[in-house]
Each structure stands twice: as C-alpha cells, then as structure tokens.
C-alpha cells in the first residue's frame, strides 16, 4: 500500500541517424578525417494527455468556478442564519419561562 509506484518508461524508439554525405576531396599531405557531429538526444515522450484551453472553455470554467463559490457562500449564509434564529428562539422561551416561574413565585 505504501510502496511507491513508478510509471511505465517510454516506449519511443530509438532516435535514428542520419547519414552525413562526404565529399571527395582531393589528395593533400595529409588526409583529414570527417568529424560527426554530436548526436542530438531526442526528447522524451509523455504518454500523458494535454489540456488546451480555448477562450470558451476558460469562459465556461471561470463561470463554473464563481457559480460554485456562490452556492457554497449562500449554502453557509443559511446554515449561519438558522443557528441565528434557533438562537432567538432559544432566548425567547427563556424569558417566557422566567416570566412564568416568576408567576408561580408570586401567587404562593
């Protein structure tokens, strides 16, 4: 469960070379060998998928993202407004009974 998980290496082939074409040169002192150059080391290939954004879909996932935050803000907006009024509530029936009780008191 906890072992690491390593992707699958590439499976590009192998960068092929192209022959260089030599020229014939006349007969000096002394002959010059043709220097190859570097190989070139070909970039690696991702198997993963690219995401491009068009104007159009950054338009739509802009909107998506605002409607989201708006239906959490009113989402926790009421929640936040029914402890208020469960408070409220709270606090009158307290008074009430306290009025009652007061009431009882009075009358033995």
């Given at each position: 469960?906890?072992?690491?998980?390593?992707?699958?290496?590439?499976?590009?082939?192998?960068?092929?070379?192209?022959?260089?074409?030599?020229?014939?040169?006349?007969?000096?002192?002394?002959?010059?060998?043709?220097v190859?150059p570097?190989?070139?080391?070909?970039?690696?290939?991702?198997?993963?998928?690219?995401?491009?954004?068009?104007?159009?879909?950054?338009?739509?996932l802009?909107?998506?993202?605002?409607?989201?935050?708006?239906?959490?803000?009113?989402?926790?907006?009421?929640?936040?407004?029914?402890?208020?009024?469960?408070?409220?509530?709270?606090?009158?029936?307290?008074?009430?009974?306290?009025?009652?009780?007061?009431?009882?008191?009075?009358?033995?």
């Amino acid at each position: 469960m906890f072992t690491p998980k390593y992707p699958p290496q590439d499976t590009a082939p192998a960068p092929t070379t192209i022959p260089q074409q030599t020229s014939i040169q006349p007969q000096t002192a002394a002959p010059v060998a043709p220097v190859a150059p570097a190989p070139v080391p070909a970039a690696p290939v991702s198997n993963r998928p690219t995401i491009q954004l068009t104007p159009g879909s950054a338009l739509a996932l802009a909107a998506g993202g605002g409607a989201v935050v708006l239906v959490v803000g009113a989402v926790l907006v009421s929640m936040l407004l029914a402890v208020a009024i469960t408070g409220m509530s709270v606090a009158v029936v307290a008074v009430v009974l306290k009025s009652l009780l007061k009431d009882l008191d009075k009358q033995r």
